[in-house]
């Protein structure tokens, strides 16, 4: 488990981290490196330079602005999961904050590594796209929002350009309920998800006014699940709405197959996942 | 303390002690073989295969030894020479410390890399360029069997020997077994229920990961080495043997060693060609496994399939027990191999007296060795055994336990009785310990709670298993049997020794042949001499692992080391204490015979008050003028044990389960244990060892899948994908115990270090059977992850049964 050589380094502002990263080929970001140290551990990959964006100032708060959170790069998983605000307005983010990996990994893993690592299994890209946060990318070029649903591109790849750092991803403050299940590797809540969901919705006059679903584990990127918004709104939300919903899961994703499950029972599961979030989701909306 | 020798009952044995290691463990000041930093130390790294059966065209090391920093690539020409890798129980193909022109199995060792850095050495053997030509690979055990193609093309046949009893090796009377149970199958009021199940491969993955440092001193023509071992005087012994050398000219160390569970018993190829490179370079050499060359090339355990049936009446008496399986060796046979399976037979008929025929081949196939791994043997036997009970008592409609004590061999048969291949066992009341189980979990309770919940439309089970172990290994006689040791030039088999030295200051030294890899030792030993000597536990030191000073034993596995380096050390201390004795007698002008040793000194019976400290008793014996005539000074002692038999520690395990039927995930509510393993010196001590082995056992049943793919990969090599469980995974357990001492030690004690492992897999298998079984469910195999238990229930559903 040792990395091939590299260089290291730590610059003390945003302004200079997104100039060292635009004039240096094979430059990454390194945040809590809870999964690119491992990698370059492996030799799977090997950047030539990390810079190191903990130094920061600035980027190590979660914000309350008014319409909307916003959790800075070197927010950990730790911090995302027991913030009060989160919890209010993004339960499904504080969830799967909760459930990934062990204390170790969340006090030193950061909520925006976890969402720019994009790992097929994870918890939180899953949240952020259900509920619709918006991504907030600084270069040496300026800055740029990207919606969530156009963030996830493929297996650990995102719309983030190789010069660009994830500053702070943003949620919005939308009224209603959110929510996250998954069936971890080991079982229970543990380890990274054989498949998950994420969702969000808000319900008014006795009915689900609007939803969004987000699956993780089963497809090659956290995917929205549109068929079940579509089944699900304007229903009451009864759990028989709910489990006709929950069906269409899958409609445009391709299941794919790893060591902890194969496709027809990650099909399943993200069926299951997807029925056990509404419900809870509509418990606490309504 | 009184003055009788004897297992005492007074505080010492028996009584908590806190670990004395810990506080070094805890604050990072023990001192672990990767701590070594020894001048001019070089690293190496192995080029290893990534094919699984392969032709090695050509290795190409010119742009690696170019390299900044690079010593020496080293292929199997360089160390021809030394021959294949020592081995102890030599039957299969040995290893060859470095691969010729063939690979046999994924992560095989084809050149060595001596660099200045380890890094570096990365580096290196990452651009070592071997050419290889792939060939097809034998995994598959039932394909292995069938000699359909040979692992190894100059053998004749995959398969090495089948372990077949009982009685063991007696043709005939094999026969006949096999012709009561042919004839109880033939009764019209007898079922047979048969299971066929995996006993997946498993990776230990000790959380210290193998290291080994090897300098040559040149001018004295000596090696010391550093290993992360289990087997410190077996390693000296190996590598004087490959060298050429005498005991004396090796010294092996093993300082703290970061857990072992059988992969640290072996001698390892690793070892060997660190040995030769620091010769070859004269310079330190080290070598410390990442975490994916323990995964892949340190030895696996496991990895058996077999059919397991069971023949009885339909009220649970049963007629005969089979098991008819093949066990994987893997490509080459280590220190033990081969012999694990044959540990499985001994007790392959558990704590039952029913006619049993077993019967486990031994096969090559292109895969790590496998090798011994907590419980090696027994946790398989097991298994087979209570989960085929298991599927019988479903079958005939009776209580699991019922039937289970309907079968036991009954307590009044000991001592005398002896095991399916007429093994003698040394104590055992095993009826009494499954009541105590079930009394203590209210199992009627628990049965009533789970039919209640039952029919609510959940999937809650309960799981019983009962096991018995052969460990403490004596005995001594096993010499006999082949198990020598003498390719580590050790003659001796399987005793034990102990030294207790009483200073002049009057605290004592304690050196064991034995050390740790987690148990405790230094606070087990320093109770059994502070029981006999009645010097307080903080003034005793235990030293271990050393092989220029600590007497020969042969090493801590097979939860031996209590039972027979432990009996040796109370032996000795017995011995010092007949001579302070005469000591303290000299000095109170008293005879020897009226002296009570107590209050951390000893005086005169009936005079308490005329008191001599343990100082005073060394002092005398530091001062040889002053001592009577014919009274050599010093005081200490050295002490041999040879036990006369194993020991067969015991128990009875429960578990409760429900299982979400919408995703196969289980999740285990309870586990209650009540095991046997004769007398406790450190309850503390042995119920962590019960936790470990337990974590272990219900990490195979849950977790762990050490198997290989078709293609002779092994996609494991990380706990990402090798999940291991944590405390998080596990619930409180619930630790109980009866105790039936052994009279084969004078400590009473049997062993602990396994018993958890050998009990727990079947337990939580059964329990997740029991639960799934409305639905048809009939078995699952390990690791029960959710996808598989999904996949039995939607079998069951759709097929209204499954095999
Ligand atoms: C033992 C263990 C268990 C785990 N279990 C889980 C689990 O159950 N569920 C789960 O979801 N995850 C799990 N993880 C992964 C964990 O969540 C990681 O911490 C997370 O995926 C990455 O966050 P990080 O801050 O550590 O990022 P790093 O490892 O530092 O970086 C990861 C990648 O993201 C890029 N990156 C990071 N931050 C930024 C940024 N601000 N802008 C641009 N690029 C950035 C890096 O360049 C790199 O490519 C586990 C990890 C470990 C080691």
Redesign the pocket.
Same mark, same amino acid.
């Given at each position: 488990m040792y990395p091939r050589s590299f260089e290291y380094v730590s610059p003390g502002s945003l302004d200079e981290a997104t100039s060292v990263l635009a004039s240096t080929e094979g430059a990454?970001?390194?945040?809590?490196?809870? &999964?690119?140290? %491992?990698?370059m551990k492996l030799r799977l990959?090997s950047?030539d330079v990390l810079v190191d964006?903990g130094r920061i100032p600035g980027?190590s708060s979660i914000s309350d602005r008014g319409d909307h959170l916003a959790i800075g790069?070197?927010v &950990?998983?730790a911090a995302t999961a027991s913030d009060s605000a989160i919890a209010e307005h993004a339960a499904a983010l504080a969830t799967?904050a909760s459930?990934?990996?062990?204390v170790?990994?969340r006090n030193?893993?950061?909520?925006?590594? &976890?969402i720019?690592?994009?790992?097929i299994?994870?918890?939180? %890209?899953s949240a952020a796209l259900a509920l619709g946060a918006t991504m907030v990318?600084a270069s040496a070029g300026g800055v740029r929002e990207i919606a969530a649903s156009d963030f996830f591109v493929d297996t650990?790849t995102t719309a983030?350009e190789p010069g660009?750092?994830?500053?702070e991803i943003r949620i919005p403050k939308q009224g209603g309920a959110s929510a996250y299940e998954k069936l971890?590797?080991r079982g229970g809540h543990?380890?990274?998800?054989v498949a998950g969901a994420a969702v969000w919705l808000d319900v008014s006059d006795g009915a689900v006014s609007s939803a969004r679903v987000a699956l993780?584990g089963v497809g090659a990127k956290p995917t929205l699940a549109e068929g079940v918004v579509e089944a699900l709104v304007g229903t009451d939300g009864s759990d028989s709405a709910i489990a006709a919903a929950s069906e269409r899961a899958l409609e445009g994703v391709t299941v794919l197959d790893d060591l902890f499950g194969t496709v027809e029972y990650k099909a399943h599961l993200a069926k299951v996942m997807t029925r056990r979030a509404l419900q809870q989701a509509v418990a606490a909306a309504t | 303390m009184g003055g009788g020798v004897g297992v005492s009952t007074t505080s010492v044995l028996g009584g908590v002690v806190k670990r004395r290691e810990d506080p070094a463990l805890i604050r990072g000041t023990g001192l672990y073989v990767d701590d070594l930093q020894l001048p001019g130390m070089l690293h190496v790294a192995f080029v290893r295969s990534p094919y699984a059966h392969a032709r090695v065209v050509s290795v190409d090391a010119s742009d690696a030894e170019a390299m900044d920093g690079v010593r020496a690539v080293y292929t199997a020409a360089d160390v021809a020479h030394l021959g294949d890798l020592v081995t102890q129980v030599a039957v299969g193909k040995l290893r060859p410390l470095l691969a010729g022109d063939k690979v046999n199995h994924l992560g095989e060792a084809v050149a060595m890399v001596v660099a200045d850095s380890r890094y570096g050495a990365r580096d290196a053997a990452d651009a070592v360029d071997v050419e290889y030509d792939p060939l097809d690979p034998v995994i598959d055990l039932k394909e292995a069997a069938s000699d359909a193609a040979l692992v190894h093309e100059d053998m004749e046949s995959n398969v090495l020997l089948a372990w077949e009893g009982g009685p063991w090796g007696d043709e005939e009377a094999i026969a006949a077994t096999q012709q009561t149970i042919a004839d109880a199958k033939g009764r019209d009021d007898t079922v047979s229920v048969s299971i066929e199940a995996v006993n997946q491969r498993l990776l230990p993955m000790p959380m210290e990961p193998r290291s080994v440092v090897a300098d040559w001193n040149v001018g004295y023509g000596r090696f010391t080495v550093h290993s992360s071992t289990q087997i410190a005087h077996a390693l000296a012994g190996g590598i004087a043997q490959t060298f050429g050398l005498s005991l004396t000219d090796v010294r092996c160390i093993a300082p703290e060693v970061g857990g072992g569970f059988g992969c640290k018993l072996n001698v390892y190829n690793d070892e060997i060609l660190v040995c030769f490179a620091s010769q070859q370079l004269g310079r330190p050499v080290k070598f410390t496994e990442t975490r994916r060359d323990a995964a892949g090339s340190t030895i696996h355990g496991r990895g058996w399939v077999a059919t397991a049936t069971i023949t009885g009446t339909g009220d649970g008496q049963i007629l005969g027990y089979e098991l008819d399986g093949i066990a994987d060796m893997g490509a080459y046979s280590q220190n033990f191999t081969v012999a694990i399976p044959f540990l499985g037979l001994f007790v392959g008929a558990g704590q039952y007296s029913f006619p049993t025929h077993w019967k486990v081949a031994c096969v090559h196939t292109h895969t790590m060795t496998t090798d011994a791994y907590r419980g090696a043997g027994r946790p398989e036997a097991a298994y087979y055994l209570e989960r085929a009970i298991d599927a019988y008592a479903r079958e005939i409609g009776v209580d699991p336990a019922e039937v289970r004590r309907k079968n036991f061999i009954p307590a009044d048969q000991f001592p005398g009785a002896a095991t399916h291949i007429g093994f003698p066992m040394d104590t055992g009341d095993y009826e009494t310990n499954l009541d105590a189980l079930l009394e203590t979990a209210g199992y009627e309770d628990l049965k009533a709670e789970r039919d209640r919940l039952r029919a609510e439309g959940r999937l809650v089970g309960l799981g019983l298993a009962t096991y018995v172990e052969v460990c403490g290994f004596g005995p001594s006689a096993l010499v006999d049997l082949g198990f020598s040791w003498a390719a580590y030039k050790i003659p001796s088999g399987f005793s034990g020794s102990g030294l207790v030295r009483v200073q002049a200051d009057g605290t004592a030294s304690v050196i064991i042949g034995t050390g740790p890899t987690g148990q405790g030792h230094q606070t087990t030993w320093a109770q059994i001499v502070s029981n006999q000597l009645g010097i307080p536990v903080e003034n005793i030191r235990v030293s271990h692992g050393d092989t220029a000073e600590s007497p020969l034993g042969i090493g801590t596995f097979g939860s031996r080391s209590a039972a027979v380096d432990g009996s040796a050390t109370y032996e000795a201390a017995n011995k010092v204490r007949a001579k302070a004795a005469d000591l303290a007698a000299h000095l109170l002008e008293a005879s020897a015979d009226d002296i009570v040793f107590a209050d951390g000194g000893a005086h005169v019976a009936g005079s308490p008050d005329q008191q001599v400290s343990w100082s005073d008793i060394a002092t005398l014996a530091y001062q040889p003028h002053r001592l009577p005539e014919g009274m050599e000074g010093g005081l200490e002692a050295h002490a041999v044990f040879s036990p006369g038999n194993a020991t067969w520690p015991f128990g009875s395990h429960l578990a409760l389960v429900e299982v979400d039927g919408d995703t196969g995930d289980v999740k285990l509510l309870r586990y209650i244990a009540m095991d046997d393993c004769g007398n406790v010196i450190n309850p503390m001590i042995v119920d962590g060892q019960i936790h470990g082995g337990l974590a272990q056992g219900i990490g195979q049943a849950m977790f762990e899948d050490g198997d290989y793919e078709a293609d002779g990969n092994l996609l494991k090599w990380s706990?990402?994908e090798y999940p291991l469980p944590t405390s998080a995974d596990l619930p409180s357990f619930e630790l109980h115990r009866t105790v039936t001492p052994t009279d084969i030690n004078p400590l009473g004690v049997k062993g602990i270090g396994e018993a958890g492992t050998i009990g727990s897999a079947q337990t939580v298998v059964n329990a997740v059977v029991d639960a799934l079984s409305p639905l048809g469910v009939t078995h699952v195999d390990m690791p029960l992850r959710p996808k598989r238990v999904w996949a039995a229930i939607q079998a069951a559903k759709t097929n209204g049964s499954v095999s």
């Open positions: 990454k970001v390194l945040a809590g490196g809870m &999964s690119l140290l %491992p990698l990959f950047p964006i980027l790069a070197m &950990s998983h799967a459930w990934t990996g062990d170790q990994v030193q893993g950061t909520t925006c590594g &976890s720019a690592h994009a790992d299994a994870a918890d939180q %890209p990318a650990l983030l660009e750092i994830l500053t971890g590797r543990t380890d990274y998800a993780t | 706990f990402v």
